[in-house]
């Protein structure tokens, strides 16, 4: 299995501003997800990393507001741009192990006040 | 598009007993993956079984086992002899079969409550 290791866990950030949440893993995968999940709610993708080239992004969520770094094949980085209260979620990372397996980070719980 | 839908926004259960939890999908495709995957508190995402479409047997980790039935696109999961550790959100998913990088779609998740 992988492990990975995602920061912050928790975060409560003024509105305006921006978050950037890690994600590392502890072997090289091709693929890293980045998923929202809004209070109460089930989880969506908001983007696929893809080491070397540019996320690609799911309808409703755009580079300018949700950029996505992949500098290499075990780290990534997802920023929340100019927050509202509306950003306000879980945000989790996932990568693909094998075929057809999926592990996921333990979670950011952000907060925007 | 593929949809998953579950239908029981919560679910109790009496400590030792069993409970199903449904889903059921809507694809095009023949050959998927399905799963179920269990997020307790710590917001850590679990996975708890998954499912080959082309497989007819129906998967079984230990205390899991699904009810797979492919033409009425239905998915499934039993919970035995619950536990209090078993309370948590459950998710059933999709994922396109050998499609390196295909995305994971979710139902709208189940809650499991266990009852001492």
């Known amino acids: 299995s992988a492990v990975i290791s995602q920061k912050p866990s928790r975060d409560i950030c003024q509105r305006g501003t921006s978050l950037t949440i890690q994600c590392q893993v502890d072997?090289?995968?091709?693929?890293m997800f980045w998923y929202r999940q809004q209070p109460g709610q089930s989880l969506t993708l908001i983007a696929t990393a893809n080491q070397g080239s540019e996320a690609t992004y799911e309808s409703g969520f755009v580079i300018d507001k949700f950029p996505i770094s992949r500098p290499n094949l075990t780290f990534s980085t997802l920023t929340v741009s100019n927050m509202s209260p509306e950003d306000s979620s879980i945000y989790l990372c996932?990568?693909?192990?094998?075929?057809?397996?999926?592990?996921f980070g333990q979670g950011t719980r952000l907060t925007v006040v | 598009a593929q949809t998953v839908t579950q239908s029981q926004p919560e679910m109790s259960v009496q400590e030792a007993e069993t409970v199903t939890l449904s889903c059921t999908y809507d694809?095009?495709?023949?050959?998927?993956?399905l799963f179920w995957y269990k997020q307790p508190p710590s917001r850590q995402m679990i996975l708890v079984i998954r499912?080959?479409?082309?497989?007819?047997q129906n998967a079984t980790e230990n205390r899991f086992s699904v009810n797979f039935q492919k033409a009425a696109k239905s998915f499934s999961l039993k919970i035995s002899d619950s536990q209090l550790g078993d309370a948590a959100m459950y998710f059933c998913a999709y994922r396109r079969f050998k499609a390196a990088g295909n995305k994971l779609t979710f139902g709208g998740g189940t809650r499991v409550l266990v009852k001492p």
């Open positions: 996932s990568v693909e192990y094998r075929e057809s397996e999926a592990f």
């Open positions: 499912q080959e479409a082309y497989k007819q």
């Open positions: 072997s090289q995968v091709t693929m």
């Open positions: 694809t095009s495709e023949s050959d998927y993956y």
